[in-house]
């Protein structure tokens, strides 16, 4: 997503450029927080200071960024205002003209570049601290203070956002398999001479027909089984064009800030609300009573929804309180076409009140949107002890916490040993139990020795609750495809004596992993952990070739792997057996000789490979 220098998620948007780490370790401050702030207006509602999965900016960059939200009544013209990361240089970085109306959105990068477009996007000239930092928005007079985080906000999580709580529903207004308004347009029926009228939400359709979406006809093989609502004696070598309208309630038009609509279609559309038009696909410039599709939707992509975000704040005043109608010129490409499929779904988002005075982290950023409740306690350092346990040792599990209200958590630790089921203690903030400091907000958990044998992976995640609600959660885990659900350690095994680099591989499913479907599992090496990583096979003559594959292992987009004396860093790699090489040097040491005699060659080494706790192959990393 680009955030050009415009409002996001915002209507009347006028521009003027009149001048044309690794354990999640933060050091807490955990005094009071008192924020300057205004309850209406101008109000810096979220900001990221430590982006490393998140939006880029034009430049491909995964930079801070800071939304400002008009959280007012009346349009504020930004020329002159202020945002700052210096509470003794309060006019740092100055706003260029924009006029942001009424609940409007603008996303400002922090990174340091100062752009003020109007061609591209805004960047501050300073950059966000992850550590405790300040932050604040200026009025144009470049002394008062219109809203700050200060004296200094707090410590801030990796890809977790800090900001006020507002609270957004999204309800199915029109789902799957509801029922319409249908009616084909001839120059028999009147049809011909609607022109837009039926579009309108006080058009009468009682005398058209009701069907159940969706609609459409099939005279080969392909949607007979999809459709419900069969149009084919209505439409088929009769007209392309086919109208249809569904009524949708909404409470408070105001607060609706898009509408997500996801279409099964063959082959185009037009799609209006209260007889604007909102979006189209494979329509013609001059739509007619008759008109055709502009291209055939292929069957394939026609069965699976495909989302259309319509930015509702870009129609003022379209929405009406209470009862609205959607209406669908829908297009086939010939009027003799041997299919025909049409059937919405629509989703209907509205944020609810703001709250500038609470102060809450976010485990799902949202630029441009409303920031959702998130919470008023995060988890902002999590660690084991020792790193590597023996199988006489207990693992003793820390957890920070930070609080921005005043209810103090209840913190649990689920575990798992190997791939066996989750269990889950309780940590403790009392002193007792292996706990330090007792009401120091680090809560403790111990695990026995023997919870895992040698060579087996011990995981855990943190959780936070207050009065039974889930608060926090680390790691995070924001996106299941491609962040790690735990952090983890493996049990020292003494039988591994080896001068050999030595990868740990957890498979959750062997026969899987042996194929290119491949299968979730864990990684761990020189002491660092890797969950939620992805194993297949990789490789033709030489990696398939034996007992024993070759693979491709995949990492998480939060948790890398790394080699440190080597200073690499990597999203996957590969590990080849060339089983029936027993020297196990053939492979590294072609890639050496291409780098002695000056060809870039990839970085090759022999590694001993542990698949879920038992010696598996010696490999070519």
């Given at each position: 997503?680009?955030?050009?220098?415009r409002?996001?998620?915002?209507?009347?948007?006028?521009?003027?450029n009149k001048n044309?780490?690794?354990?999640h370790q933060?050091n807490a401050?955990?005094e009071?927080?008192?924020p300057r702030?205004?309850?209406?207006?101008?109000?810096?509602?979220?900001?990221l200071?430590?982006?490393?999965?998140?939006?880029?900016d034009e430049?491909?960059n995964?930079?801070?960024?800071?939304?400002?939200?008009?959280?007012g009544?009346?349009?504020v013209?930004?020329?002159?205002?202020f945002?700052?990361?210096?509470a003794n240089d309060?006019d740092?970085?100055r706003?260029?003209?924009?006029?942001?109306?009424?609940?409007?959105?603008i996303?400002?990068?922090a990174?340091g570049?100062n752009?003020l477009g109007p061609e591209?996007e805004?960047?501050?000239?300073?950059r966000l601290?992850a550590?405790?930092?300040?932050?604040?928005l200026?009025?144009?007079?470049?002394?008062?203070i219109q809203?700050?985080f200060g004296?200094?906000y707090?410590?801030q999580?990796?890809?977790?956002?800090?900001?006020?709580?507002q609270p957004y529903?999204?309800?199915n207004?029109?789902?799957?398999?509801?029922?319409a308004?249908v009616?084909?347009?001839t120059?028999?029926?009147?049809?011909?001479?609607l022109?837009r009228?039926?579009?309108?939400?006080?058009?009468?359709?009682?005398?058209?027909?009701?069907?159940?979406?969706?609609?459409g006809y099939e005279?080969?093989?392909?949607y007979?089984?999809?459709i419900?609502?069969?149009?084919g004696?209505?439409?088929?070598?009769?007209n392309?064009s086919l109208?249809?309208?569904?009524p949708f309630?909404?409470?408070?038009p105001d607060?609706v800030?898009?509408?997500?609509?996801?279409?099964?279609?063959?082959?185009g559309y037009?799609?209006y609300?209260?007889?604007t038009e909102?979006t189209?696909?494979?329509?013609p410039?001059?739509l007619?009573?008759?008109?055709?599709?502009?291209g055939?939707?292929k069957?394939?992509?026609?069965?699976?929804?495909e989302?259309n975000?319509?930015?509702?704040?870009?129609f003022?005043g379209?929405?009406k309180?209470?009862?609205n109608?959607?209406a669908?010129?829908?297009?086939n490409?010939?009027?003799?076409?041997?299919d025909?499929?049409?059937?919405?779904?629509?989703h209907?988002?509205a944020?609810?009140?703001a709250d500038p005075?609470a102060r809450?982290?976010?485990g799902?950023p949202?630029?441009g949107l409303p920031?959702?409740?998130?919470?008023?306690?995060?988890i902002?350092?999590a660690?084991?002890?020792?790193?590597?346990p023996?199988?006489?040792?207990?693992?003793?599990?820390?957890?920070?916490i930070?609080?921005t209200?005043?209810?103090?958590?209840?913190?649990t630790?689920?575990?798992?040993?190997?791939f066996e089921e989750?269990?889950?203690?309780?940590?403790?903030d009392?002193?007792?139990?292996?706990?330090?400091?007792a009401?120091d907000l680090?809560?403790t958990?111990?695990?026995?020795a023997?919870?895992?044998a040698?060579g087996?992976?011990?995981?855990?995640?943190i959780t936070?609750?207050s009065?039974?609600?889930a608060k926090s959660?680390l790691?995070?885990?924001?996106d299941?495809?491609?962040?790690?659900?735990y952090?983890?350690?493996v049990?020292h095994?003494?039988?591994?004596?080896s001068?050999?680099?030595v990868?740990h591989?957890f498979?959750?499913?062997?026969?899987?992993?042996?194929t290119?479907?491949?299968s979730?599992?864990?990684?761990?090496h020189d002491g660092?952990?890797h969950?939620n990583a992805?194993?297949d096979?990789?490789g033709?003559?030489?990696g398939?070739?034996?007992?024993?594959?070759s693979?491709d292992i995949?990492?998480?987009?939060?948790n890398?792997?790394?080699?440190?004396?080597?200073?690499?860093?990597?999203?996957?790699?590969?590990v080849m057996n060339d089983?029936?090489?027993?020297?196990?040097v053939r492979i590294?040491?072609?890639y050496?000789?291409?780098?002695?005699?000056?060809?870039p060659a990839?970085?090759?080494?022999?590694?001993?490979?542990?698949?879920?706790?038992?010696?598996?192959?010696?490999?070519?990393f």
């Open positions: 997503q680009k955030f050009l220098p409002i996001t998620r915002t209507p009347n948007i006028k521009l003027r044309s780490t690794k354990r933060l401050n955990l009071t927080l008192e702030h205004l309850l209406a207006g101008l109000v810096i509602s979220e900001f200071a430590s982006n490393d999965n998140g939006i880029r430049d491909r995964r930079t801070d960024w800071i939304e400002v939200l008009n959280n009544d009346e349009v013209d930004l020329d002159g205002w945002l700052t990361d210096n309060l740092r970085w706003f260029p003209s924009i006029e942001l109306p009424s609940n409007g959105r996303v400002v990068f990174s570049k752009r591209g805004l960047h501050t000239n300073f601290k550590d405790d930092g300040y932050l604040a200026v009025q144009p007079d470049g002394i008062t809203y700050d004296p200094s707090p410590p999580i990796r890809d977790v956002s800090y900001g006020f709580p529903s999204i309800e207004a029109i789902p799957f398999g509801s029922t308004r009616f084909v347009p120059e028999e029926n009147g049809g011909s001479q022109d009228a039926w579009t309108e939400l006080d058009y009468d359709d009682s005398a058209w027909a009701e069907l159940s979406t969706p609609l005279r080969k093989s392909g007979e089984e999809l419900q609502g069969d149009v004696e209505s439409i088929y070598n009769i392309a109208y249809m309208r569904q309630s909404v409470d408070n607060s800030y898009s509408i997500r609509l996801a279409m099964q279609y063959d082959d037009v799609a609300i209260n007889g909102v189209r696909r494979y329509a410039e001059d007619a009573w008759n008109s055709a599709a502009t055939a939707h069957d394939s992509l026609a069965v699976v929804p989302d975000i319509i930015d509702m704040t870009q003022p379209v929405l309180s209470g009862t109608v959607f669908l010129h829908t297009l490409d010939t009027i003799n076409s041997s025909f499929l049409m059937s919405p779904d629509l209907v988002s944020f609810g009140n005075a809450h982290y976010h799902l949202s630029p920031n959702g409740v998130g919470s008023d306690m995060a902002i350092e660690s084991h002890a020792p790193n590597v023996t199988e006489s040792e207990a693992l003793r599990v820390t957890a920070k930070l609080l209200g005043d209810k103090r958590p209840d913190v630790m689920y575990y798992r040993t190997m989750e269990a889950s203690v309780a940590m403790v009392d002193g007792t139990n292996g706990d330090v400091t009401g680090t809560y958990a111990t695990l026995p023997g919870t895992a040698a087996e992976m011990l995981r855990y995640r936070t609750t009065n039974g609600e959660q790691p995070t885990f924001a299941p495809e491609s962040r790690q659900k952090f983890g350690t049990v095994d003494p039988s591994i004596q001068n050999l680099e990868f591989m498979v959750e499913d062997v026969t899987l992993s042996e290119t479907v491949g979730e599992g864990a990684f761990f660092k952990f969950d992805f194993i096979t990789t033709r003559t030489i398939l070739a034996g007992p024993k594959k693979h995949f990492f998480p987009s939060d890398w792997f790394e080699l440190d004396r080597l200073g690499l860093r990597m999203n996957d790699f590969d089983f029936w090489n027993r020297a196990k590294p040491l072609g050496e000789t291409f780098r002695v005699i000056g060809t990839h970085y090759s080494m022999p590694v001993r490979a542990q698949r879920s706790g038992e010696f598996h192959p010696t490999y070519s």
